[in-house]
């Protein structure tokens, strides 16, 4: 038997970092590989695949070469490294038990050597156990784990499920041969890197793949698979299908050899101390395994392991970038998020090294007493934490000029997720009370956070839901009690145009829209009359709660949505429990009772609304319109637009969508989700808090945001060539050819952003002819400029 200093299991980046720091360090060691060569999971990537090396912030530690490129690079330096420095790398000796002794660890394979050691490194990675479909005919030929090469794939129908790296890298290598659809389990891509994100979605909106979100294989046919998208089945081609989800690290190996987990759910992780070392003494657990699945913070752990077992002190590889994050704690960054998490129930929800990766994206703010953190009806999306201090919320009524103070949140508290979970607009303002201190977390970090932490998601889900019931039914009213109404509540989903319940159906409950958006119609003889549409963070059906009547109009999503039910049932014991509470839903009954009554007097404009709706322009947030019985045809609003933008181009053209007499010509709608700032390389596009969304002087001219834009409002113009007088003279004398136009650039309608007395096409229309509009304003202005005027 052969003893060791440290075995190392596993020869992927952590395992080889390992063993190349302990040749350096003088250990005795050995490097068992089950298979006949190095890096069995690299290896497996597609031919030609880039490699990142993320994160960027976090330097790379040890003898490993390693550097974002193509596979085949990457695995041609670690291959030189082996040979160079001779390190004791034993293939085909896959483990197959793993016992502790008194004098150290009995490592037994499955050619029957046996090794003994006081140390053991487990990197054995996940690639040998990836997780199946499990539905019927997950095991046919055409499913397949991995793709070879990209370039032996052309004019085929392929399916890959999964929203991770790996699976946009294939869907996105595919796609430029193959026809290609992309299944995600999520209503959105979260975990991925950002630059894959925006690659698929340029390529979604630019119609050279489909996304199914909220979707998952049902079934799996020869040439076709049927999927469960929101609910709905639907049957898609597929000659081939790649799955990318995940492994399962070998728990049933690792708890045989003493591991012990931090529960039973199935993504539990291992508990391991901060050098990575297991509940096991001398027994570490780094790379994929431990949870840690991307290169450099594998190699970062090997690393660190052997810097522990010479017995020098080891400080995290972040550990200098998180004390920057984290600056008004004292102490390690252990010590600094050990006092967060004693201040902040949401987050000890989420074990260490959740939390040091989702702080990696935050920062931390401070605010004077007085000062705005956030405003209603903003766009920002950020998620926010109270460590120190008290935040007042604010709301401003619709036709109402004042706010309204509706809470106070103290120190340990959060906010944001109403815009995180339904994707809409700040619904209040929050106000700091007294010297404040925040940790605010973008919108991506804190759902990736919550896709591995289910205890936090759940404490974020019941706040939406309280603090959902508390705005809309019950203002006022302490959630303790409102929490015996959300424990009854229910999420549903629906898809695109989905019937949630029709005209005359038994009215049994009351819904909330948690995100999507749905139209409310009735039958007006054999027409539809549309009364309203509804958004993320509304409510309808709350006819239902107090009497058992029959659904007088109808509802059907516009978009995949995911809506929240209360049955009548359930909100009929709440009252009987707490009668004193039935008043405050009952005046809002009456509002939107009175509001449906002036709705249906004026079903011109209903039928106005639904044909925006099929046109999607109320995907808009500031719509331009022109009432073409008032446009006289002078172009003075184009030409107000040309002159006040420095390039001399317009933001809109006079043709469109046109209904009646309303035309919506193109000029951005700065719509309520802009594809348009999916794919942009040089990050030129963005969007104001107050929703003005504009493009950058770094553009580049790529096209992207254009054939991203669905509704042709993005243009691609050449700048105005710059000429002196005296250019101008000397080409006029000698006859040299004008000169050629800069760049191609991107131009659309910033609202005349930073411009006072907003946009110029509308205050340069002579004749009133020209409007902006919010969703609001839709049908009281509809019924102005089209019902009265005699147009319908």
């Not at 330096?77 to 082996?82: C, E, M, S, T």
């Not at 299908?241 to 012990?260: H, M, N, Q, T, V």
């Not at 970090?445 to 974020?460: C, E, H, N, Q, W």
């Not at 508390?470 to 629906?494: H, I, N, R, S």
Request: net charge neutral; aromatic share 6%.
């Amino acid at each position: 038997m052969t003893s060791y200093d440290l075995l190392i299991v596993g020869s992927g980046p952590a395992g080889l970092a390992t063993a190349s720091h302990a040749r350096d360090n003088g250990l005795a060691y050995a490097l068992l590989e089950r298979t006949d060569h190095l890096a069995d999971t690299i290896d497996s990537y597609q031919a030609r695949k880039f490699v990142m090396a993320e994160p960027v912030m976090i330097p790379a530690r040890g003898e490993l070469p390693f550097e974002a490129g193509s596979r085949e690079s990457i695995l041609d330096a670690w291959q030189r490294h082996v040979a160079e420095k001779q390190l004791n790398v034993v293939f085909n000796a896959e483990v197959k038990s793993l016992e502790k002794k008194t004098s150290g660890f009995v490592v037994k394979t499955a050619a029957g050597a046996v090794y003994e050691a006081k140390n053991v490194v487990l990197a054995m990675g996940t690639q040998g156990n990836p997780r199946k479909l499990g539905v019927s005919g997950d095991s046919l030929p055409h499913v397949r784990y991995r793709l070879v090469d990209p370039a032996e794939h052309q004019d085929e129908d392929i399916l890959v499920v999964g929203a991770g790296d790996s699976a946009l890298e294939i869907a996105i290598a595919l796609s430029d041969e193959n026809r290609v659809g992309l299944v995600v389990r999520g209503s959105e891509i979260t975990r991925a890197n950002e630059i894959l994100t925006r690659e698929v979605l340029s390529r979604q909106a630019a119609g050279r793949m489909t996304v199914w979100y909220n979707a998952t294989v049902r079934e799996v046919f020869e040439g076709y698979a049927d999927l469960t998208v929101r609910g709905d089945v639907t049957r898609v081609p597929a000659e081939l299908i790649f799955l990318k989800l995940g492994a399962d690290p070998p728990r049933r190996f690792f708890e045989a050899a003493g591991i012990r987990y931090s529960g039973d759910a199935k993504d539990a992780r291992p508990i391991l101390s901060p050098v990575h070392e297991s509940s096991v003494p001398g027994l570490f657990l780094i790379g994929a395994a431990s949870g840690r699945d991307l290169i450099k913070l594998g190699m970062n752990q090997g690393w660190e392991v052997v810097e522990h077992l010479m017995g020098r002190e080891v400080e995290p590889a972040d550990e200098a970038v998180l004390k920057e994050r984290l600056p008004f704690w004292s102490g390690s960054v252990r010590e600094r998020i050990a006092a967060i998490r004693s201040r902040v129930p949401l987050l000890a929800a989420a074990d260490e090294q959740q939390l040091r990766d989702t702080f990696l994206a935050t920062r931390v703010r401070e605010y004077r007493d007085g000062e705005t953190i956030i405003r209603q009806n903003d766009y920002t999306n950020d998620f926010l934490i109270i460590v120190a201090g008290r935040v007042a919320l604010f709301r401003q009524p619709e036709q109402s000029q004042s706010e309204v103070r509706i809470a106070e949140l103290t120190a340990g508290n959060f906010f944001g997720e109403m815009s995180l979970i339904s994707g809409r607009r700040r619904t209040a303002t929050a106000r700091a009370v007294g010297e404040t201190r925040m940790i605010e977390i973008p919108r991506k970090a804190i759902l990736k956070m919550l896709a591995s932490a289910p205890r936090a998601k759940a404490l974020v889900d019941q706040a939406f839901l309280l603090r959902a019931f508390g705005g809309y039914l019950f203002p006022g009213v302490p959630e303790a009690l409102l929490g015996e109404l959300v424990d009854k509540a229910v999420v549903q989903t629906f898809g695109k145009d989905a019937p949630v319940f029709k005209q005359g159906d038994h009215a049994d409950a009351f819904y909330l829209i948690r995100n999507g958006m749905v139209k409310i119609a009735k039958k007006s003889g054999d027409k539809e009359v549309v009364l309203s549409y509804l958004v993320a963070g509304n409510f309808f059906g709350e006819a239902a709660l107090f009497s058992d009547a029959n659904r007088t109009a109808s509802v059907t999503t516009i978009f995949p949505s995911d809506l929240i039910k209360l049955s009548k049932r359930d909100f009929d014991a709440f009252l009987a429990a707490h009668p004193d509470l039935r008043e405050a839903p009952l005046r809002k009954l009456e509002e939107r009772r009175i509001a449906g009554l002036i709705a249906e007097g004026t079903p011109g404009s209903g039928n106005i609304l639904g044909d925006l709706i099929r046109e999607e322009v109320v995907m808009g947030t500031q719509t331009l319109l022109i009432d073409e019985h008032r446009c006289i045809r002078c172009n003075n609003c184009i030409r107000a637009c040309e002159g006040v933008h420095d390039d001399g181009q317009a933001r809109l053209s006079l043709t469109g969508i046109k209904l009646y007499n309303l035309l919506a010509p193109n000029s951005c709608w700065q719509c309520e989700n802009p594809l348009c700032m999916l794919d942009c390389p040089p990050d030129a596009i963005a969007r104001d808090p107050r929703g003005e969304v504009y493009i950058k002087s770094n553009c580049i001219g790529c096209g992207n945001c254009e054939r991203n834009c669905p509704y042709g409002n993005i243009f691609m113009v050449h700048k105005e060539p710059s000429r002196s007088v005296f250019s101008w003279i000397k080409a006029l004398f000698r006859k040299e050819a004008e000169p050629s136009a800069e760049q191609t650039v991107a131009v659309k309608c910033d609202l005349c952003r930073g411009i006072s007395g907003g946009p110029a096409c509308v205050r340069g229309c002579p004749t009133g002819a020209a409007i902006r509009l919010t969703p609001e304003q839709y049908r009281e202005t509809l019924e102005e400029i089209v019902i009265s005027r005699g147009e319908r």
